[in-house]
């Protein structure tokens, strides 16, 4: 059974960080393409950060130079290094593991809040 599990969301302070994880089993996490994506309320689900298997990133521009992402293959985890965050990163966070190339499918995880407010 897969199973991705993020955790590491919470509440905090603009200007402040998180450190999001996503842990996966079931897969083969090696071979995984893996994306960070994001969904605040009332709008769509948006893309925030993507990793090859081969460890090449790229973020989109509304989080470029504040975001990190990373991967772990032996430890099977992704990760989100958000920092210098903005009230308008508040959304539900959520982990998404791309094998349909290698014809496996993809999956998602449930999702961990960040609320940035003062």
């Known amino acids: 059974q897969v199973q991705l599990v993020e955790s590491g969301g919470g509440s905090v302070q603009p200007g402040g960080s998180l450190r999001l994880s996503c842990e996966a089993s079931g897969i083969i996490f090696s071979i995984s393409a893996m994306r960070w994506y994001r969904q605040a309320p009332g709008k769509a689900r948006e893309l925030v950060a993507a990793i090859t298997r081969g460890g090449s990133v790229d973020l989109a521009d509304t989080v470029k130079g504040r975001f990190t992402i990373s991967r772990d293959n032996a430890n099977s985890t992704l990760y989100l290094q958000m920092n210098s965050l903005k009230p308008e990163d508040t959304a539900v966070y959520y982990c998404?593991?791309?094998?349909?190339?290698w014809g496996l499918g993809d999956y998602w995880g449930q999702g961990t809040q960040v609320t940035v407010s003062s």
């Open positions: 998404y593991a791309d094998l349909i190339d």
